[in-house]
């Protein structure tokens, strides 16, 4: 999971055995087909594999109500999928398959349809006729939702509802229009009855597509995370924020939440959090969920809580694919077929949005049947570029990203899995170690799997983006079936150690970052030389290598740096604990109150940005009062001076006539 490239190992025989699976479940299909209801079924159906390379399949049984005829006509279809021979793998297209038989076994009719992975939009062979397939529509249907399905026939959600399925139950919606009902389940699109007026009527049988899903309940389409934050919007004005930060590359929407004391008046450290940048990697998203629902609830009851949103900006992307994530529903078991799990983490485009961001992107991986597809460029799809307009708009002090995979918590670099290959090791292992109390899993310094390129970790960590934040990727495993229930509705518990360990970098985030710039207000008059004094105190953890401080006035301040000052002062390698005093002297004429602002920068020589930038501001209040009476009383002076002159002459002057005379 952690980046490595989809293997090709023993390819050809994998393909070759799919094939023949696939071939052997049609000919079962032929010679001993479903048998209608009311019938004694000759031995029990088999699921077959789930696998859709090796041929997944829906069977459905109904009754066809025919003029003439006194009692319905019981007939069985199968809908088997495949992938299509000689198509690229990037194409996200599947074959279907669909045959029908009478009660004796017979073929009555036969169609194909290439149906897309991940919208379910499919298109007959001969292309006359495309829109969603009545059999399995797109996922996350909810109530007033349209599909258009064969025929051109539009169908309308007008109900949510529980359905029992083989001692399961699911929630469906009723999709109604032009003499047509579906029952269709409402997370996969997979149709679980159709009804005709005055015509036939379906049930699902006996499917394997629905295999994986009791255990991925959880997943969550962009619809649900939509709602889930508006709610937590509507309970929690004053703490939350919602909004659709862009649209995925199939017009999906790829929602933010931000939750902050917005009352409080604080100067804030900002946080950002994501899940689900590869598709089949959906814990995180229900997960980084509860963790958001919960806190907030906790900041209503708990002082220590309430604080913490006081002081920090929490900025959240949930679902940062939700393309990916309806292909991993729509296609299950993925791990069972190299040519589904090539597409399984990848976006709509095909392009693995963690390999996309421009961070040693021209190393990445050029293949587009790769499950490492790295795209086009840099930023080439609009998911990648949706957090990277967050980082230029927020400037980040943690960024965490979850994933799926064994558990545990690495720091970057991801391109590397060696840990001195980073600058800062040293203090990234000393942050990890803080958590040894909560986090019983491993940790580490460097990629814990095969090197990977691009990825949003090491893009934000290198300071490409409008800072340079502490940076950690969390990987989730993913729950075992007797982990999870539907009766639980949070997955808190299977994840503690996690919400714990994010709960300790939140809290301790100053105490690894603090860098505090000290700046009093100054005032002063313009007629004399100022000097500008603060001083830069490093009380976290992270020490500034490089430090360089520059102050920046406002241009029309009428302020200026005297001939003697610089701009920019080198401050060297600021130490942890270390404080160190800045003097700009400045001169000019001015009047009222300006801002000045102070950038303290430090970066390693190979990096842009490491460790960062942070700022402060200094009011410098000018008044010129004391000025106008210091010009009138030195006026005055020059005056009584001249005049003192002017006494002293005419009196030299008078002296030397008197003795002239």
């Not at 006509?73 to 992938?83: I, K, N």
């Not at 957090?387 to 545990?408: I, M, N, Q």
Request: with cysteine; glycine share 8%; hydrophobic share 40%.
């Amino acid at each position: 999971m952690y980046g490595a490239e989809g293997t090709e190992t023993h390819y050809g025989m994998r393909l070759t055995i799919c094939l023949l699976l696939m071939a052997t479940l049609l000919a079962m299909s032929l010679i001993a087909p479903i048998p209608a209801r009311g019938q004694e079924e000759q031995g029990d159906v088999s699921t077959g594999p789930i696998d859709p390379a090796a041929g997944a399949w829906i069977a459905y049984r109904g009754e066809r109500t025919v003029p003439g005829q006194p009692e319905p006509q019981l007939f069985s279809l199968r809908v088997e999928y495949s992938f299509p021979q000689g198509v690229p793998q990037d194409e996200m297209v599947m074959n279907a398959a669909v045959t029908e038989t009478n009660p004796a076994g017979q073929v009555v009719s036969a169609n194909s349809f290439a149906v897309q992975t991940i919208d379910r939009s499919y298109r007959s062979q001969d292309g006359a006729v495309e829109g969603y397939w009545i059999y399995w529509l797109r996922s996350g249907l909810g109530n007033e939702d349209t599909a258009t399905v064969e025929d051109g026939v539009e169908l309308t959600a007008d109900e949510e509802q529980d359905f029992d399925y083989k001692d399961n139950r699911f929630q469906v919606v009723r999709m109604r229009g032009d003499g047509i009902e579906l029952l269709v389940e409402r997370r996969t699109g997979l149709v679980f009855r159709i009804a005709r007026d005055g015509g036939d009527t379906l049930q699902i049988e006996d499917t394997n597509m629905l295999a994986q899903y009791l255990s991925w309940w959880y997943c969550l389409d962009d619809s649900a995370v939509g709602s889930r934050l508006d709610d937590l919007a509507n309970d929690h004005p004053d703490l939350v924020e919602v909004s659709s930060l862009g649209k995925s590359a199939r017009g999906r929407d790829i929602w933010g939440v931000h939750i902050t004391d917005f009352t409080s008046s604080e100067v804030k450290s900002s946080v950002v959090i994501d899940a689900v940048t590869e598709g089949d990697a959906p814990e995180g998203c229900e997960f980084l969920l509860d963790f958001l629902e919960e806190l907030v609830l906790m900041a209503e009851e708990d002082e220590a809580t309430a604080g913490l949103l006081s002081r920090l900006n929490i900025y959240a992307v949930p679902l940062v694919n939700p393309d990916g994530l309806q292909r991993w529903l729509a296609m299950p078991s993925p791990s069972e077929s190299p040519l589904l799990s090539s597409q399984a983490p990848r976006n709509g485009n095909m392009v693995n949005i963690n390999r996309n961001f421009d961070m040693k992107w021209e190393e990445g991986n050029r293949d587009p049947a790769s499950a490492d597809f790295a795209g086009p460029f840099p930023f080439s799809e609009t998911e990648s570029q949706v957090l990277r307009k967050l980082f230029e708009d927020v400037p980040a002090d943690l960024y965490l990203s979850l994933h799926t995979g064994d558990d545990l918590i690495n720091a970057p670099w991801n391109w590397s899995e060696l840990p001195a290959s980073n600058p800062e090791a040293s203090f990234y292992e000393s942050v990890l170690s803080e958590l040894s109390g909560v986090f019983p899993y491993p940790t580490r310094v460097g990629t814990p799997g095969v090197p990977f390129t691009g990825s949003s970790t090491d893009w934000a960590y290198e300071g490409n983006g409008a800072s340079s934040p502490i940076c950690f990727d969390l990987y989730l495993h993913q729950p075992a079936e007797d982990e999870v229930s539907p009766d639980d509705g949070s997955l808190s518990s299977i994840y503690t150690p996690f919400r714990e360990a994010m709960s300790i970098l939140m809290e301790n985030l100053h105490s690894f970052l603090a860098v505090d710039i000290i700046a009093p207000e100054l005032r002063v008059e313009v007629n004399v030389p100022i000097d500008v004094t603060v001083e830069i105190q490093v009380n976290g953890k992270r020490a500034l290598p490089d430090a360089t401080a520059r102050l920046i006035l406002p241009e029309d301040s009428g302020l200026k740096f005297s001939s003697m000052a610089e701009k920019e002062v080198e401050l060297g390698d600021l130490a942890s604990g270390s404080s160190v005093k800045v003097t700009w002297n400045l001169e000019g004429k001015a009047s009222g109150s300006n801002t000045a602002n102070i950038i303290l920068t430090s970066s390693y020589p190979e990096y842009e940005r490491i460790p960062g930038t942070y700022t402060a501001e200094m009011e410098i209040s000018v008044s010129t009062q004391r000025t106008w009476l210091v010009v009138v009383l030195l006026s005055v002076m020059v005056l009584l001076v001249l005049f003192m002159v002017l006494l002293s002459m005419r009196k030299h002057h008078r002296a030397a006539k008197e003795e002239e005379a």
